[in-house]
Each structure stands twice: as structure tokens, then as C-alpha cells.
């Protein structure tokens, strides 16, 4: 299988990742399980939040189940209570946050559940799917054999903070990237390359704003510099007007 190959199914793995994990929710539901769903929320009610994980983990990695994001808004939260579950077999754990390997390949569903010191609970849902990963290293073993097939004991002694085509970039950046971490003309583009388009469109547009408002502004200025210049003739007008009737009111009294 080649690389393009491979990186199109996990590509497509990623993205059945969360249909897959609601459609194990209703397998749940015809177990009799409980299924956790999020609380239709009323006055006082806490917010259960689980931190961003990836779709798909490596199973040697430990990784932070997190939910510092939830939160009580007229209390505080007494308990954090999680479930992570892989065919059928439960993990709870009780931390606001806690390490956790997805030592077991494939789907974990996980379920966040918090309450409050009002006795009010609320749940939260994510699922990834873990791939194996024989070294811990972070880096998934069909990765690994791709460019390093002459592995020694299933090992490759390459690590994901490894860079051995020298080109500035990690494995594991590589390996994110799906960039060949072999070949230096392969690599991760950096920000000034992925969004020059971006960077240049903003550029335009901040252009166009400025050069719209200093014509505005000019234009303004004009109008301001003409109604001074109306005003002032006017002014003119009358004095002059002022000027040319004084003599013959003074004609008229001397009579």
C-alpha cells in the first residue's frame, strides 16, 4: 500500500471516526446501557467540555483527558467522573484531568460527566480511534515500516523528535504532515508557505481599505475646503454689499 494510499484511508477513518462512535451509541442503547447525552440545560445547570483529541491516536502515546473547560455558572463543580469504552469494557476515572493510553486498538468512546454542588449534572461526548504503535514513539508502525522497513526486532531506533533527512523537521512533524521524512525536499510547509495566498489576499485588502478611506478622507476634505471658500465669498458679498450703502446713507442725512 503506498503512502497516498494510506494517508486516504486514514483520512476516511478520521472522518467515520464520530459517525461511528453516535452509531455505537445506539448499540449501547440496546444493551440498556445509560447513554450520557448532553443535559437539556436549565438555571444553574453546570457545562461538561472535553478538550480537543485527535481523531486518530497512537496506542503507545499517553494522552490528557481534559476537562478544565467546564465550567458552573452560579457554583462550582464537585465532581468529574469519566468512561472511556472499547468493545464493550468500561474505564472510569475520576480527575479533572487524567492520563490515559489507548492501549487497545480501535474505536474509544469517551464520556464526560460532571455535577455541580446543586446536585445539577451535565455530560459530554468524544471518540478517537487508536492505531498501533509497537515503540510508544508517537509514530504508527505502518509509518514506521514505510520508509524504515529493515526495522531491527520490530524496532526502527527512530524516534518522533528524530530529523534524518535533516531538513528542520521532525518525524513526528513529518509524520503530521504525511511529508517523507527521508527525502529533505519533502517537508512540512511552514506558515509564510501554506498561507502566502492568504497573507497576500489580506495584504490586498488592507490596501484597498486604506486607499478607499484616504480618498474618502480627501474627497471630504475637498468638500470642507469648497463650503470655506462659499462661506468666505458670501462674507465678502455682504461687506462689500455693507461698504456700497454706507455713502448713501450718508448722502440721504446730509440732505
Given amino acids: 500500500m503506498t503512502i497516498s494510499t494510506r494517508a486516504s484511508s486514514l483520512a476516511l477513518l478520521g472522518l467515520l471516526v464520530s459517525s461511528a462512535a453516535f452509531a455505537g451509541l445506539a448499540g449501547d442503547a440496546q444493551e440498556g446501557l445509560p447513554i450520557p447525552a448532553r443535559t437539556a440545560q436549565v438555571e444553574g445547570a453546570p457545562v461538561a467540555q472535553i ?3 485527535p481523531d486518530i491516536v497512537s496506542n ?13 455558572p452560579d457554583g462550582f463543580i464537585v465532581n468529574h467522573t469519566w468512561r472511556i469504552v472499547i468493545d464493550n469494557r ?16 480501535g474505536l474509544h468512546k469517551i464520556f464526560l460527566t460532571v455535577r455541580d454542588d446543586g446536585g445539577h449534572v451535565d455530560d459530554a461526548f468524544w ?47 513529518e509524520y503530521e504532515a504525511l511529508t517523507d521524512p527521508t527525502d529533505p525536499s519533502s517537508h512540512p510547509l511552514s506558515f509564510w508557505e501554506e498561507y502566502w495566498l492568504h497573507i497576500l489576499l489580506l495584504s490586498a485588502g488592507v490596501i484597498v481599505v486604506v486607499s478607499l478611506s484616504v480618498r474618502f478622507l480627501l474627497k471630504r476634505h475637498r468638500e470642507l475646503e469648497k463650503k470655506k471658500i462659499e462661506y468666505a465669498i458670501e462674507i465678502d458679498k455682504e461687506l462689500t454689499k455693507d461698504l456700497e450703502e454706507e455713502p448713501d446713507e450718508e448722502k440721504r442725512s446730509g440732505e
Fill in 51 to 53: 478538550a480537543w483529541l
Fill in 127 to 173: 471518540a478517537v480511534y487508536s492505531i498501533a504503535d509497537s515503540d510508544g514513539d508517537s509514530l504508527p508502525d505502518w509509518w514506521e515500516d514505510r520508509y524504515w522497513p529493515t526495522a531491527i526486532n520490530g524496532l526502527d531506533h527512530q524516534s518522533s523528535g528524530d530529523d534524518p533527512d535533516g531538513d528542520g523537521h521532525t518525524n513526528l512533524e
Fill in 90 to 105: 468500561s474505564t472510569y476515572l475520576y480527575g479533572m484531568v487524567e492520563q490515559f493510553k489507548f492501549s487497545a486498538l
Fill in 60 to 72: 503507545g502515546t499517553w494522552w490528557s483527558l481534559d476537562a478544565t473547560g467546564s465550567y458552573d
